[in-house]
């Protein structure tokens, strides 16, 4: 499974990109809106730190609208990815930008239903985002699982990204499922290094080596 970053912080995607093991980025207008800078400069930055798809959304309501500010994004770097919203007019402009070699990342997934559609389109990465559903009480982990289901009955080349990831826990669901793709905030990134058996047996062994040293 591959790992992305979703934020804005260009600071958090090159630490996380120092590890060796980041393969993303996902952006949204929430996240560029906190940095307070001009939007394609955090993107131009972003592209030349991380070499992997880098997601930027736009903000159109119309495919017509939709196709020409994916284009001009897309202008900023090769590895720019152009985040469509799951509607009607979303979804007519896949096939367009796709055919030209530009890939979209279709989000406000909700449903395996909607990842269906996406994934039909023609869409290079399909988002399914999961802690807003946990917080109305749906659960993620069975849409996980049903898109990834979804995808493997009918050979979809899409990738599933999964989204708004909060706890360890839904990253469990994601490797369970066969999820292609999981985008993390920072914290959540390094936090998957952390075990309290981890640190106490590097401790200990801290200990009993110094122990050692000491009888020499």
Known sequence: ???????????AIQRAQ?????????????HLAKVGKPVNSILETICRICPGPISA????????GMISE?????????????????????LKAVPALEKDGIKCNVTMIFSATQAFLAMKAGASF??????????????????????????DNFGFASEIIAGSLKTQNHVLHCLRAG?????????????????????????QFKTDWAAFQGKL
């Open 1 to 11: 499974m591959k790992l992305f970053l979703d934020t804005g912080d260009v600071e």
């Open 18 to 30: 120092d590890t060796g093991l980041l393969d993303g980025v996902t952006t949204n207008p929430s």
């Open 57 to 64: 959304e736009v903000m159109a309501e119309d495919a017509p």
């Open 70 to 90: 994916a284009r001009n994004l897309a202008d900023i770097a090769a590895n720019i990815a152009i985040k469509l919203p799951l509607t009607v007019e979303g």
């Open 126 to 151: 399909v988002s399914i985002v999961l802690s807003r559903l946990d917080a109305i009480a749906n659960e993620s982990e069975i849409l996980v699982a049903d898109a990834a289901l979804t995808r």
């Open 179 to 203: 999820i292609d793709i999981a985008t993390v905030p920072p914290d959540l990134f390094f936090q998957m290094y952390k075990h309290n058996l981890t640190d106490a047996g590097l401790a």
